[in-house]
């Protein structure tokens, strides 16, 4: 073969594999017509090429939804959600978009920019028609790999360590194993509203899978899919850490993310062996809605790790700005002895946002540990509260939990609220709880101000300051794009 | 002809828990290029307000008069903007920012003016020289960079770091608000230092003191005694000596 064609071939292979790698859904794919009945849920599940099994994994799950009830005592209202009234697969991919950034929201425009967002991106993020054509990748990939062959070497170097990192679709059909034994082990489907609806209809998500003793050469980012502007609204994630195996997952991405299905219900199932590690971190910054709050992202999420091995660790990080409404807990259930949970939250509301959010930490083994460090950031009218469960089962002997609430307030129109349940059942485990609220006082805006920085910036750097111990936990390119987008997100927030 | 900073007749007032309350009363200043006044008064007379009100402060209502600097109308412009064009307070109480740290504050402080003057930023390196040589001058641990603002600094310490904070924005008039109470003598004599090495004909200040004992450190060029939100008595140096001696009262007797 004349090494032109060849070369052809393998660039075509590559690009074709790194089109699979990614999580583009198929073009061609037709519309399930709106409503969840059972035939959605067959629907979905030929057309991902399921195997049985998973067909009636789904079934059983829709099944147990339609006996639940959506849960009304987080603090946050909405208008009922008609679930008939949505599309629950392939929402219309040739929807005409903006024909060029000047039909775009300018003030979504001026946010990516504030965010350092390159034009090209700007274009693909707002999805102007023909933007997908430069073939780049989109959002942050492109400053690491910005070619077809980088992606690969850097698909090569996990094949080489023996981790796998592919669409969860993609692992129901190559390792149904792994994925039988491990999906809704965490996060059963009859869990919660949320979870049973998601285990009946996901299509997106990512697995992850680290085998005995291999430290994941890299950190995994969702930032390697493809078609990463298209979050699915149903995503379900899982990983599995074997003994002594680590993996840093990062997901999520700092440009505001627009999205046509208000409704995003995700699951995230963690399992971490003997002396495992997790650090799972996200920025999040869908779409929260105009000024008033109209037109944004309802964010369902059911997060939840399991220490199943002694000594394991598993560390949530979040940085949470966008959504008109979150409803999310990522939890650590505490089962192998002196497993360690920790959970590092900044949650900021703005205008007319609504955030319940916090975390639970079920200990189950003795010597298990916990840190809980959450910071909530309320400026406008927006409304947010931080809800934390701390559980000692009978056996956790000499468990012990650190749990720090802090909130900022920004005006006086926006409310904060700290609900801490604990529950101890075991008279040697300890739990201390600390809570703060404070204001971002005038002294100090004038103090800042007196230096040169304009109200603006030192904001910015005050919220910094106080969201410094979550910051730091967050990988550092991650945690700079953070702080700017803590800065953003609070823009016209004072005076 | 002054041209630098003129104040006349200037009247400032709080709201007080719904009432108003005046606090200055029609001061008059003036403060040429190069010069360094002092500004000494009873507890309550509204010195930190004049030197709020100077560099901006917004919960202070000007109610009557004026204040120019380098031709313009300071009394319009936001605190930064202030800042951008030379004015600097070392407070009376610095501010505690917790989580902010000093070293990531200051870089941020003396890029914002940088650029607003027009001037290039200073990347982390050239930042990191500058603000090390200025800790030394200033005998300043380095420890004290990597810490919070202000959180947890000994009274002391952040008078120092007030100082350190003026060398590196470099201002052109800079009011010192009681930055030598709670020193000890030979902090004082740094921080002494910190100011008379600026001293030249592009640096002013005003410092405002209890102790005539600074004021044998920093010799000032006048002397001004401040009650009851007026200026009622100005002076060379030898005021601050009579009133070290003899106390308010002669000076209130005369002005009443
Ligand atoms: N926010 C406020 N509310 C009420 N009164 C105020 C307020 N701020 C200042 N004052 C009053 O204004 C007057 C002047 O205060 P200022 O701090 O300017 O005095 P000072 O000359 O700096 O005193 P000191 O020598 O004690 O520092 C005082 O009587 C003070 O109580
Ligand atoms: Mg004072």
């Known amino acids: ?495 | 002809m002054n041209d630098f900073l003129k104040i006349q007749g200037l009247e400032a007032r709080i709201d007080a828990d719904g009432t108003p309350k005046e606090i200055l009363k029609g001061i008059d200043l003036e403060i040429p290029k190069g010069e360094i006044h002092a500004i000494m008064g009873p507890n309550g007379s509204g010195k930190s307000t004049l030197s709020y009100v100077l560099s901006g402060r917004d919960d202070y209502e000007v109610t009557g008069g004026s204040a120019t600097f380098k031709g313009q109308d300071l009394l319009a412009l936001d605190p930064e903007e202030r800042a951008a064009l030379g004015v600097f307070l070392a407070f009376q109480s610095p501010v505690e920012l917790p989580g902010v740290n000093n070293a990531n504050f200051l870089r941020t402080a003396v890029n914002a003016v940088r650029r607003a003057r027009g001037e290039d930023e200073l990347d982390a390196v050239a930042f990191l020289k500058a603000v090390r040589a200025e800790t030394k001058r200033l005998s300043m641990s380095d420890e004290m960079l990597k810490r919070a603002v202000n959180v947890g600094f000994s009274g002391g310490e952040k008078k120092r770091n007030e100082v350190l904070q003026m060398r590196l924005l470099q201002p052109s008039f800079a009011i010192l608000d009681e930055t030598d109470s709670g020193l000890d003598i030979d902090a004082l004599r740094i921080v002494a230092d910190g100011v008379n090495s600026l001293r030249g004909p592009d640096f002013s200040a005003l410092v405002i003191t209890h102790h005539q004992r600074l004021l044998d450190y920093i010799v000032p060029d006048r002397v001004h005694v401040m009650a009851k939100g007026k200026i009622i008595f100005s002076g060379g140096p030898e005021v601050a000596k009579t009133l070290e001696k003899q106390g308010y009262t002669q000076f209130l007797e005369a002005a009443a």
């Open chain 1, 1 to 495: 073969m004349p090494a032109v064609t060849e070369t052809r071939e393998t660039v075509e292979k590559l690009a074709k594999s790194s089109y699979e790698w990614g999580f583009e859904t198929d073009i061609e794919m037709d519309i399930a017509p709106k409503g969840l009945n059972e035939d959605t849920v067959r629907l979905i599940s030929e057309h991902k090429r399921e195997p049985e099994w998973m067909l009636e994994w789904r079934l059983k799950a829709f099944r147990m939804w339609l006996e639940m009830k959506e849960p009304e005592w987080a603090k946050v209202s909405h208008p009922p959600i008609d679930y008939q009234d949505a599309h629950y697969f392939a929402q219309p991919k040739k929807k005409p978009g903006p024909k060029s950034l000047d039909e775009v929201d300018p003030e979504l425009l001026k946010t990516y920019a504030k965010l350092g967002i390159p034009l090209h991106e700007q274009a693909l993020l707002a999805g102007v028609e023909g933007a997908e054509d430069q073939k780049r990748l989109p959002v942050a990939v492109d400053a690491v790999f910005d070619s077809v062959s980088v992606a690969t070497t850097f698909r090569k170097t996990l094949e080489e360590a023996g981790v796998i990192f592919c669409p969860i679709s993609d692992a129901i059909r190559e390792h149904p194993d792994l994925v039988k034994q491990y999906l809704g082990s965490v996060v059963p489907a009859a869990d919660n509203f949320f979870a049973a609806l998601n285990s009946a209809v996901f299509t997106d998500g990512s697995f992850v899978f680290v085998p005995k003793g291999v430290r994941c050469p890299m950190e995994l980012s969702t930032y390697f899919r493809i078609n990463a502007r298209n979050t699915g609204q149903f995503e379900r994630t899982l990983i599995i850490v074997e003994d002594g195996a680590s993996v840093s997952y990062l997901e999520g991405c700092t440009a505001p993310q627009r999205d046509e299905n208000q409704l995003h219900a995700a699951v995230v199932e963690l399992i971490a062996m003997d002396d495992a590690s997790i650090k799972y971190s996200t920025v999040q910054n869908w779409y929260p809605g105009d000024d008033e709050g109209r037109g944004g992202i309802y964010n369902f999420v059911t997060k939840r790790g399991a220490c199943r091995g002694a000594r394991s660790k598993i560390s949530w990080t979040q940085v949470e700005t966008g959504s008109a409404i979150t409803w999310k807990y990522p939890s650590c259930v505490l089962a192998g002895e002196g497993s360690v949970g920790e959970f590092y939250s900044v949650a900021v509301t703005n205008n007319h946002q609504q955030a319940d959010t916090g975390t639970k930490m079920i200990h189950l083994a003795p010597n298990t540990r916990s840190t809980i460090i959450a910071k909530t950031i309320s400026a406008g009218r927006s409304d947010s509260t931080y809800r934390g469960l701390v559980r000692m089962q009978p056996k956790a002997r000499n468990a012990r939990n650190f749990t720090q609430c802090d909130s900022l307030l920004i005006g006086d129109q926006c409310g904060a609220h700290t609900v801490p349940y604990i529950e101890s059942r075991n008279m040697t485990a300890r739990i201390e709880h600390e809570a703060t609220t404070s204001k971002i006082s005038e002294d100090q805006l004038f103090y800042c101000r007196s230096r040169g920085l304009s109200e603006e910036d030192a904001v910015g750097l005050i919220v910094n300051g106080f969201c410094r111990e979550v910051l730091k936990e967050l990988p550092m390119e991650f945690a700079v794009e953070a702080q700017k987008l803590l800065q953003v997100s609070l823009e016209g927030s004072v005076g």
